[in-house]
Nanobody
Framework: VQLQASGGGSVQAGGSERLSCAAS????????MGWFRQAPGKEREFVAA????????YSADSVKGRFTISRDNAKNTVYLQMNGLKPEDTAVYYC?????????????????WGQGTQVTVSS
């Protein structure tokens, strides 16, 4: 599967952004999808993941209550709605896909990665 992330940009603290990740192929609904982020000088960090049906969602504590992951299997797209953005949310955001069961937070568990999209939050 090939992944194409979009929707990043610059926003002021407290603002919102929605990221999208479009996937190629006809088996999108069979993939577990995740979002990760990486700030300069830091390791890649788990943000959120969602199972094939959307019935299981796992989010990092740092974004709970602010970020929401969702998916539309008819459009082969996964979304990350980000509200209440903070300067510490500034990073390159990556979408990822994995086959198999579970909704893991480890980036090593994901087989496919998009190219990343920059989100910059100013105070």
């Amino acid at each position: 599967v090939q992944l194409q992330a979009s929707g990043g940009g610059s926003v002021q603290a407290g603002g919102s952004e929605r990221l999208s990740c479009a996937a190629s192929g006809r088996t999108f609904s069979s993939y577990i999808m995740g979002w990760f982020r990486q700030a300069p000088g830091k390791e890649r960090e788990f943000v959120a993941a969602i199972n094939w049906s959307g019935s299981v969602i796992y989010s990092a504590d740092s974004v709970k209550g602010r970020f929401t992951i969702s998916r539309d299997n008819a459009k082969n797209t996964v979304y990350l709605q980000m509200n209440g953005l903070k300067p510490e949310d500034t990073a390159v955001y990556y979408c990822a896909a994995r086959t198999g069961a579970g909704v893991p937070s480890a980036y090593s568990a994901y087989n496919y990665w998009g190219q990343g999209t920059q989100v910059t939050v100013s105070s």
